[in-house]
């Protein structure tokens, strides 16, 4: 009997038959599913869309056009001023300071721009950068998000759990920063934004690891308890010094919760658009993975392995098994451990590997969502069995922002 993942393979190769891979395709059935499964886990706030995670115009006008979804999270200036010229958004918040001078130059010198981009500060040295580039007596007010850190310090500090972002981490020390905002001219502080990755970003159940999991778990109640109030105190912190148009946190992996957050306005996602394997370790909800990307067998080096052209097609983040693709289809083939996904060349091994004739495709999920992008200069878009629109990626716009 036909398993779902036999029938996606069967669609997704009628769809590409006409391709040579390698290629990259996106399951519009998914992608909008998913995009609809996370505005209704954001209940009644809106979703601002991670751009790093789609790094493709077209979809990201698709899931903005959606209900629900409103303004975009860019990861660098120049990115976000590029979305904002081009129409996609006209309210796009910086995920990260910025030293980019030139990217500081075009936005002060633009009314327009100056008030479509936030940009985000963790210390006052952020807004000494954009007064060197321009100073205030010359240019519109700049819009500001403080960055307050979510990372969970138990133990008076003796551990950190979470990334190393802001080091404005307690509610005094936002408020601090928030007056030292205000105070400057040329600023025009609008909003905060606390992004708790070691909930968001950080999978509760992983394969094969009880123990592993039941103590995230327990360190993620713990942290979401401990943010909950030192988030809603360093809003109130920085309230009596701006009134602040919005208050950003969460991911994918924690919307719902984040939502929850009555000192929360908004929430962030766009992993959860294209379903990546990290995904995959999570309890509340899994995406439906929407994001393939495609490599041909080229050899039989021995019985019951195969090899792939390239296939090493690597994420982000601490090197792990979890960082490398999984081969998905078809079902029943793994990586080797001794040479892991290659790059220009990956053998794979297990039960399906010895129906598999040169010239067939095997589909790989990446580890991240907007990583894959990188890779490709178009995404296929796939409606049923049909490719219905090829899009063009950031790369394939010639846009490389990081």
């Not at 599913?33 to 886990?41: Q, S, W």
């Not at 878009?381 to 629109?389: C, E, H, N, Q, R």
């Amino acid at each position: 009997m036909a398993t779902e993942r036999d029938e996606l393979r069967e669609r997704l190769d009628r769809a590409t038959a006409h391709l040579d891979p390698p290629y990259a395709v996106l399951d519009l059935t998914a992608f909008d599913a998913n995009a609809a499964a996370l505005a209704d886990r954001a209940g009644a706030k809106p979703v601002r869309l991670a751009s790093k995670s789609v790094r493709c115009r077209d979809l990201a006008s698709r899931a903005l056009a959606r209900p629900g979804w409103r303004g975009v999270l860019a990861f660098t200036l120049a990115e976000g001023i590029w979305l904002a010229r081009t129409g996609l958004t006209d309210d796009v918040l910086v995920a990260y300071p910025s030293a980019d001078r030139a990217a500081l130059a075009e936005l002060t010198a633009d009314t327009t721009l100056a008030d479509r981009v936030t940009l985000m500060v963790d210390a006052t040295g952020q807004l000494d950068l954009v007064d060197a580039v321009r100073p205030a007596t010359r240019r519109p007010a700049v819009r500001i998000c403080l960055d307050l850190d979510a990372s969970w310090r138990p133990l008076r500090g003796r551990l950190h759990l979470g990334v190393r972002r802001s080091p404005v981490h307690s509610a005094r020390a936002a408020g601090a920063l928030a007056a030292a905002i205000t105070a400057r001219p040329g600023f025009r502080l609008v909003g905060l934004m606390a992004y708790e990755a070691q909930i968001a970003g950080l999978g509760d159940a992983p394969p094969g690891r009880a123990a592993l999991a039941a103590a995230i778990r327990l360190a993620q109640r713990g942290s979401y308890r401990e943010l909950l109030a030192r988030r809603g105190a360093a809003v109130a912190a920085v309230r009596e010094h701006a009134d602040l148009a919005f208050v950003n946190g969460g991911g994918t992996g924690s919307i719902a919760a984040t939502s929850a957050d009555p000192a929360v306005t908004e929430v962030t996602a766009g992993s959860g658009l294209y379903g990546p394997t990290l995904f995959d370790a999570y309890r509340t909800w899994r995406p439906t993975p929407a994001a393939f990307f495609a490599c041909p067998v080229v050899r039989h080096p021995a019985p019951g392995l195969v090899t792939v052209l390239g296939g090493g097609w690597i994420a982000s983040g601490s090197a792990a098994p979890s960082r490398l693709p999984t081969p998905w289809l078809p079902e029943g083939l793994k990586l080797i451990n001794a040479e892991g996904a290659g790059e220009v060349q990956t053998p794979l091994t297990g039960p399906a590997a010895a129906g598999l004739r040169l010239g067939d495709r095997v589909w790989f999920r990446h580890a991240k969502a907007g990583e894959l992008c990188e890779r490709v200069n178009e995404l296929h878009l796939v409606a049923d069995d049909t490719v219905v629109a090829t899009v063009p990626t950031y790369r394939g716009e010639g846009r490389a922002f990081l």
